[in-house]
């Protein structure tokens, strides 16, 4: 199972493998992530996706979570999840 994070626009334009984002997670209500990009691999569209929305996925990512942006940003996590496939969407 992947992860799946919304970005802003330009996040999503420029992330790279070896990069990072940050996001809100996707089905829990107020879970940021911060995301330290692994390996970009081919997106192959699944039957639930949205036609009008942009897809991409990244394999052996490290995701950390908090509460709020705020915690977020400063380093104060609620949990994290190691080398998990993530799927970037805006």
């Given at each position: 199972m992947a992860l799946r994070v919304k970005v802003t626009r330009a996040d999503f334009e420029s992330a790279t493998s070896g990069g990072w984002v940050d996001g809100l997670v996707q089905g829990r209500k107020d879970v940021w992530a911060y995301v330290e990009l692994g390996t970009e691999q081919e997106y192959v569209p699944s039957s639930g996706d949205n036609p009008r929305t942009e897809y991409r996925?990244?394999?052996g990512?490290?995701?950390f979570f908090a509460k709020s942006q705020e915690k977020l940003?400063?380093?104060n996590y609620d949990g994290q999840l190691l080398s998990v496939t993530v799927i970037l969407y805006s």
């Open positions: 996925l990244f394999r990512c490290d995701a940003e400063a380093l």
